[in-house]
Nanobody
């Protein structure tokens, strides 16, 4: 019922920047503010890994060590959107990036379709 849709992926050169967006919709019983939001990524041949997460109120964030200092997660509850600002991109960042919404009470997960990020010269 709840839906999240990613956008903003593409091809970028090493050292470049991209901003991913995840728009949430189709809320009925729960509001966007009751979901913790996360970005995951999955590279070919590897398991999906957590990149960054943000609490439902936006007061706390967590990052994978590999992206600390380069990526920033944020959310706009009024727009029902979460962002991932990616700077100083490296070829190792190449992956499909997925948005995840987790209800803070039921812990039900909703996943987006993913958006491809390719870092290459």
């Amino acid at each position: 019922q709840v839906q999240v849709v990613e956008s903003g992926g593409g091809l970028v050169q090493p050292g470049g920047s991209l901003r991913l967006s995840c728009a949430a919709s189709r809320f009925t019983f729960s509001s966007f503010s009751t979901y913790a939001m996360s970005w995951y990524r999955q590279a070919p041949g590897k398991e999906r890994e957590l990149v960054a997460s943000i609490t439902s109120g936006g007061g706390n964030t967590n990052y994978a060590d590999s992206v600390k200092g380069r990526f920033t997660i944020s959310r706009d509850n009024a727009k029902k959107t979460v962002y991932l600002q990616m700077n100083s991109l490296k070829p190792e960042d190449t992956a499909v990036y997925y948005c995840n919404a987790r209800h803070i009470y039921s812990r039900a997960d909703v996943w987006g379709q993913g958006t491809q990020v390719t870092v290459s010269s």
